[in-house]
């Protein structure tokens, strides 16, 4: 039986519910504020958690389904946290036919997290992306800005336990 996933808890603060706040304020009232206010959001929190985005439906009026449906439907938006170590695992052609699809599965059983999702602890959080222009070094995955190229399934331990 595969393990939970657990979430990250929320952990806004009263100064940041209150600079969000002034900012829906702010721009409430203009034709298309929505993006703007996510954004902002986003710089305030750095992420779109479900919280966040029932304070700018009770503050605009603007209902939630369609808060999660822009928030979701737009790359620059998360809704959940980065860890401070961000994996992101290439799965570009030349990586993924070079194994990086069970680099990613491997991860995320590793980590007990889905893509897109943070460790309950803030660690680690983990993305796939479509290259990063390293296709000699295939499969190739980043923590931060760290490169590490020519994986393999084996050599996840070694490298997460640097990260530790």
């Known amino acids: ?3 939970k996933k657990t979430r990250v808890p929320f952990n806004g603060t009263k100064e940041q519910e209150e600079a969000l706040k002034g900012v829906i304020a702010e721009l409430k009232d203009d034709p298309g504020a ?3 206010i996510l954004q902002k959001a986003q710089d305030i ?3 779109l958690p479900i919280e966040v985005q029932k304070i700018i439906s009770d503050e605009t009026g603007i209902p ?3 808060i999660y449906g822009v928030a979701t439907f737009y790359s620059q938006f998360n809704l959940y946290p980065k860890g401070k170590y961000r994996i992101s695992v290439c799965l570009g052609t030349a990586c993924y036919v070079k194994g990086s699809g069970d680099i990613y599965n491997a991860l995320m059983d590793k ?3 889905e893509g897109g999702q943070c460790t309950p602890d803030g660690k680690f959080s983990l993305d796939a992306c479509r290259c ?3 296709c000699g070094l295939a499969p190739v995955m980043l923590i931060n800005d760290d490169v590490h190229g020519r994986l393999t399934v084996d050599d996840l331990d070694e490298i997460l336990a640097q990260y530790e």
């Open 34 to 36: 929505l993006m703007p």
């Open 64 to 66: 939630m389904e369609k």
């Open 45 to 47: 929190y750095g992420y």
């Open 111 to 113: 980590l007990g997290i």
């Open 1 to 3: 039986m595969a393990e």
């Open 132 to 134: 990063v222009g390293a």
